[in-house]
RNA sequence: GCCCGCGUAGCUCAGUGGUAGAGCGCCUCCUUGGUAAGGAGGAGGUCAUGAGUUCAAAUCUCAUCGCGGGCUCCA
């Protein structure tokens, strides 16, 4: 008798007698898939291969979908069983760990899995090759992963028998009636997880332990500090050393090595934590960084501000920064009886030019640009390279408009954005739209018809320009919804840059007013927009994604004439001099080294060009070119070079030929 | 701020209780060499800082500072 009707999802069906598992079943309808499948989804439900398939809470229908390798679904059920392949590996090297999570991630390229655990001892790096030992030892042992149904009231009594308080926590909250478990036989792991996971160890053959770090249980600084093993997993031995080779890649782009190598910027205990000097060349990187933003923010009609680094305490009180936001500011500094703080923000500074005289509705909006540096008391363990730091620029604009206004404003900053972040190379952005949540804690301001207008405006002015987006609920800022918007890199990596915020409370706290067409007083709309958010991060994210090799017109030395012999050295200033007219940033090396030697020097500094100038050279009046990525591109005259050269920095070409 | 690790020459690193080392870089000299490293010599270090243990500390202990990896935070 057969009492199963099972179909393969977008494929074969055929007749079978329960009682069958997931796999047999599998195995029947299609042995390719059987034999690779990780789980199985059966009617939409994520199941274990040994899952029993019963005719009874089916109507004996039956619908099998294999959990692939290859798959997202397929890589991050792996993980997880990795994840707890680990864990017994720490049990069993450590008797006493408690166990906190191991969940696997697909989102962060840098890890594949963690395991948080709370050790007898703590653990180090130098333990990481022993647990991934013991790992590979448990896995080649073929032992069963086996899953258990049982009452949450049996659940808590093993686990408190193990003394896993975090577990009876987490199923404390979490689970049902009844709850499921995992074992590893064998091993004295066992663990509250809904699943699914592979059947078999065996199946875990390609992973890695890679770090080891503290984290909260639960996120919460006020619970215990864990201890967080950071693996990865992969289907196959090649998929591992393929992504360890892509890691090594992102390392040399590190932009604090590089930094470093190229002589770009440091950082130094003498000046303080998180504070950035300026080395000439990366100072000329940024000054081709904001030149070009200038020119583009004239284009799009900004006007240019400047104001103070320092405002006096009532100002941030005012503007609410010191409530909401005091414990990033550096603290109050006195001067004749007069409380003065760091600004963290411009925002109060440009409101205080709008407010300099009365508006009429014919002056908006008003657009006011700053490349404006703010100081935040940034944790130190925060702190990162150019990433994270204590005193930055931000490429600021504030835009004071009418509510009709909004959506004009609003698509030609997308405009803006899109033109500039081309220009860097960068062709995949992603756009997230933040919008009020439900949350009450939240305290949104501001009415629910001038959210949801405000929300229509920003969705509108994407719509117009059919860019794609993502809708955030509950990521809005208190005081307004907003737009942020991410790049991806060379190596594909997402990095959180630009962004433009509707502001419902500044204008309100500060009594904004425009005189309407009705000459009546109207409060006007502030949008807070920032295309880079930091010019010392975003200066950081060029180096890693262009690897140190700036394109033509961002690289500091864009020239390397290099002599063979002394006897052409005055000819290779001739040369210099001529394109430095042309406004080229060149520079001539005259060491006493073999030309391998000067070639390798400036391939080493990512320079664009060299000219290899010989007596050949001089006799012919030509330059021997040669590209850093394509190497010898043959002799040209100086003209054709000088013309070259130039559409390479006037077009601002080149920002996809980094390697 | 919290957890773990680290701190030796400008850089990368070796040195585990007994007189501070290497490579690269830098300086000088020789070499004038045709597309990623020519040769020789030299300078350069209170071994992060402070205290302690010891006859003796780069080395062991403690504290402080900084850095790295995370967590937390991120208007």
Request: hydrophobic share 40%; charged share 30%; glycine share 8%.
């Given at each position: 008798?057969?009492?199963?009707?099972?179909?393969?999802?977008?494929?074969?069906?055929?007749?079978?007698?329960?009682?069958?598992?997931?796999g047999?079943?599998?195995?029947?309808?299609?042995?390719?898939?059987?034999?690779?499948?990780?789980?199985?989804?059966?009617?939409?439900?994520?199941?274990?291969?040994?899952?029993?398939?019963?005719?009874?809470?089916?109507?004996?229908?039956?619908?099998?979908?294999?959990?692939?390798?290859?798959?997202?679904e397929?890589?991050?059920?792996?993980?997880?069983?990795?994840?707890h392949?680990?864990?017994?590996?720490?049990?069993?090297?450590?008797?006493?760990?408690?166990?906190?999570?191991?969940?696997?991630?697909?989102?962060?390229?840098?890890?594949?899995?963690?395991?948080?655990?709370?050790?007898?001892?703590?653990?180090?790096?130098?333990?990481?090759?022993?647990?991934?030992?013991?790992?590979?030892?448990?896995?080649?042992?073929?032992?069963?992963?086996?899953?258990?149904?049982?009452?949450?009231?049996?659940a808590?009594?093993?686990?408190?028998?193990?003394?896993?308080?975090?577990?009876?926590?987490?199923?404390?909250?979490?689970?049902?009636?009844?709850?499921?478990?995992?074992?590893?036989?064998?091993?004295?792991?066992?663990?509250?997880?809904?699943?699914?996971?592979?059947?078999?160890?065996?199946?875990?053959?390609?992973?890695?332990?890679?770090?080891?770090?503290?984290?909260?249980?639960?996120?919460?600084?006020?619970?215990?500090?864990?201890?967080?093993?950071?693996?990865?997993?992969?289907?196959?031995?090649?998929?591992?050393?393929?992504?360890?080779?892509?890691r090594?890649?992102?390392?040399?782009?590190?932009?604090?090595?590089?930094g470093?190598?190229?002589?770009?910027?440091?950082?130094?205990?003498?000046?303080?934590?998180?504070?950035?000097?300026?080395?000439?060349?990366?100072?000329?990187?940024?000054?081709?960084?904001?030149?070009?933003?200038?020119?583009?923010?004239?284009?799009?009609?900004?006007?240019?501000?400047?104001?103070?680094?320092?405002?006096?305490?009532?100002?941030?009180?005012?503007?609410?920064?010191?409530?909401?936001?005091?414990?990033?500011?550096?603290?109050p500094?006195?001067?004749?009886?007069?409380?003065?703080?760091?600004?963290p923000?411009?925002?109060?500074?440009?409101?205080?030019?709008?407010?300099?005289?009365?508006r009429?509705?014919?002056?908006?909006?008003?657009?006011?640009?700053?490349?404006?540096?703010?100081?935040?008391?940034?944790?130190?363990?925060?702190?990162?390279?150019?990433?994270?730091?204590?005193?930055?620029?931000?490429?600021?604009?504030?835009?004071?408009?009418?509510?009709?206004?909004?959506?004009?404003?609003?698509?030609?900053?997308?405009?803006?954005?899109?033109?500039?972040?081309?220009?860097?190379?960068?062709?995949?952005?992603?756009?997230?739209?933040?919008?009020?949540?439900?949350?009450?804690?939240?305290?949104?301001?501001?009415?629910?018809?001038?959210?949801?207008s405000?929300?229509?405006?920003?969705?509108?002015?994407?719509?117009?320009?059919?860019?794609?987006?993502?809708?955030?609920?509950?990521?809005?800022?208190?005081?307004?919804?907003?737009?942020?918007?991410?790049?991806?890199?060379?190596?594909?990596?997402?990095?959180?840059?630009?962004?433009?915020?509707?502001?419902?409370?500044l204008?309100?706290?500060?009594?904004?007013?425009?005189i309407?067409?009705?000459?009546?007083?109207?409060?006007?709309?502030?949008?807070?927009?920032?295309?880079?958010?930091?010019i010392?991060?975003f200066?950081?994210?060029?180096?890693?994604?262009?690897?140190?090799?700036?394109?033509?017109?961002?690289?500091?030395?864009?020239?390397a004439?290099?002599?063979?012999?002394?006897?052409?050295?005055?000819?290779?200033e001739?040369?210099?001099?001529?394109?430095?007219?042309?406004?080229?940033?060149?520079?001539?090396?005259?060491?006493?080294?073999?030309?391998?030697?000067?070639?390798?020097?400036?391939?080493?500094?990512?320079?664009?060009?060299?000219?290899?100038?010989?007596?050949?050279?001089?006799?012919?009046?030509?330059l021997?070119?040669?590209?850093?990525?394509r190497?010898?591109?043959?002799?040209?005259?100086?003209?054709?070079?000088?013309?070259?050269?130039?559409?390479?920095?006037?077009?601002?070409?080149?920002?996809?030929?980094?390697?």
């Amino acid at each position: 008798m057969s009492d199963l009707n099972v179909q393969l999802k977008n494929g074969a069906g055929i007749q079978l007698q329960s009682p069958v598992t997931v796999g047999e079943a599998l195995k029947r309808l299609d042995r390719d898939a059987a034999k690779q499948a990780l789980a199985a989804r059966v009617n939409g439900r994520d199941v274990d291969l040994n899952f029993q398939l019963e005719a009874a809470n089916s109507n004996g229908h039956i619908e099998i979908e294999p959990v692939l390798p290859q798959t997202q679904e397929g890589l991050g059920l792996l993980r997880h069983s990795t994840a707890h392949l680990l864990a017994a590996a720490v049990l069993d090297l450590f008797p006493g760990t408690k166990l906190g999570i191991g969940p696997p991630l697909l989102d962060d390229p840098r890890y594949g899995f963690y395991y948080d655990v709370i050790a007898p001892r703590p653990l180090t790096e130098a333990d990481l090759p022993v647990i991934e030992k013991r790992m590979r030892e448990i896995g080649k042992r073929n032992l069963a992963y086996r899953r258990d149904e049982i009452p949450k009231e049996e659940a808590l009594r093993i686990f408190d028998e193990r003394e896993e308080p975090l577990k009876r926590e987490l199923i404390e909250e979490k689970g049902g009636d009844v709850v499921s478990v995992y074992y590893i036989d064998g091993t004295p792991f066992v663990d509250f997880c809904v699943g699914p996971h592979v059947t078999n160890s065996n199946r875990l053959r390609a992973f890695k332990l890679l770090t080891i770090a503290g984290a909260y249980w639960k996120g919460d600084p006020e619970r215990p500090q864990m201890q967080r093993i950071y693996g990865t997993a992969f289907f196959n031995q090649e998929e591992l050393d393929a992504w360890t080779k892509q890691r090594e890649e992102a390392e040399k782009r590190d932009h604090r090595r590089l930094g470093r190598e190229l002589d770009l910027f440091s950082i130094q205990d003498e000046y303080g934590q998180g504070l950035i000097l300026w080395h000439p060349k990366g100072g000329m990187i940024r000054k081709q960084m904001e030149d070009y933003l200038r020119e583009e923010l004239l284009n799009h009609n900004y006007s240019f501000v400047y104001t103070p680094h320092i405002a006096k305490r009532e100002l941030w009180q005012v503007s609410g920064h010191e409530q909401n936001y005091g414990d990033s500011m550096f603290s109050p500094t006195v001067l004749e009886d007069v409380e003065f703080r760091l600004k963290p923000m411009n925002c109060p500074f440009h409101i205080g030019i709008y407010k300099a005289q009365q508006r009429s509705y014919r002056d908006l909006p008003q657009r006011y640009s700053e490349m404006g540096t703010v100081y935040r008391a940034e944790l130190s363990g925060t702190l990162h390279g150019l990433m994270r730091v204590r005193g930055f620029t931000v490429d600021d604009a504030h835009i004071f408009c009418r509510p009709d206004q909004v959506q004009t404003e609003i698509g030609d900053c997308l405009d803006f954005a899109y033109k500039v972040f081309r220009t860097y190379g960068f062709d995949k952005i992603k756009i997230e739209l933040s919008v009020k949540g439900d949350d009450t804690t939240k305290n949104y301001l501001g009415r629910d018809e001038d959210w949801r207008s405000a929300e229509a405006a920003l969705a509108e002015a994407l719509d117009e320009r059919g860019i794609g987006y993502e809708r955030v609920e509950g990521e809005a800022a208190f005081y307004g919804p907003k737009i942020d918007i991410k790049i991806e890199d060379a190596i594909g990596r997402m990095w959180q840059l630009g962004t433009v915020q509707l502001d419902f409370n500044l204008p309100e706290r500060f009594g904004l007013e425009y005189i309407g067409d009705d000459n009546k007083p109207h409060r006007p709309v502030m949008i807070h927009r920032a295309l880079f958010g930091s010019i010392e991060r975003f200066f950081g994210v060029l180096i890693e994604h262009y690897a140190g090799a700036f394109p033509m017109w961002l690289a500091p030395v864009q020239v390397a004439v290099l002599p063979i012999t002394d006897r052409v050295n005055e000819y290779a200033e001739r040369v210099a001099r001529e394109l430095r007219a042309a406004k080229l940033r060149v520079e001539v090396n005259t060491r006493g080294e073999k030309i391998g030697a000067k070639i390798r020097d400036a391939q080493l500094q990512k320079i664009p060009f060299m000219l290899v100038l010989g007596d050949r050279e001089m006799e012919e009046g030509t330059l021997a070119v040669r590209e850093r990525s394509r190497g010898d591109i043959g002799a040209m005259s100086l003209a054709q070079f000088r013309e070259m050269a130039r559409g390479l920095v006037e077009t601002r070409a080149g920002a996809n030929v980094a390697l």
